[in-house]
């Protein structure tokens, strides 16, 4: 009997050990790079919900040489601590409006929205006419990048480009200058 419980006691020793373990590494500062590629194209309303009657519309802006954001590819390096929430991520992209091959960037901010990691930077100075914003899962899976890019006012339409057709509504990332 003496030797069954100890190999019992043993046993829920690796469980419990495995478990914290585990556990542990879930919390872990995890810090990564993903690349995207922005070709999902929708018109939005200046609250951020769709406007389909403009989808073409801006199909044909995001395509034409001052403004090339239609197949971009955008790489966002990130680091997250799980634990602390102390979070930071930077988006990399070639200038949509440039003929020379020029590389910019956006420091993005943490947005606090749930059930995933959500960063944006509202009118960065790399891009002072757009939104670049960027989610991942919380299992750090599902990486999303969107640019929303702002019309005049009298166009009446803004235009969000994504590199997921799933992705979240632009009435989801609230902008800090709104609220």
Known sequence: MSIKRSVCALTVTLLAASCCSSAWAADADQSGKVSVTLNYVRAVQSNGAPDPGHDKDCTEQL?????????MPVSTSYSIDPKTLIES???????????????????????????VYAFGAFRPAALPDAYVLFQIGLDFKNPVSTFLVLNPPNVGYNCSISSSKRAPALSDFASPVSK
């Open 63 to 71: 395509k034409q040489p001052s403004s090339r954001y239609i197949g």
């Open 89 to 115: 991520a930077t988006s990399t992209f070639p200038s949509p409006v440039s003929t020379k091959p020029i590389q910019l960037s956006a420091k993005l901010g943490p947005l606090g929205i749930a059930g």
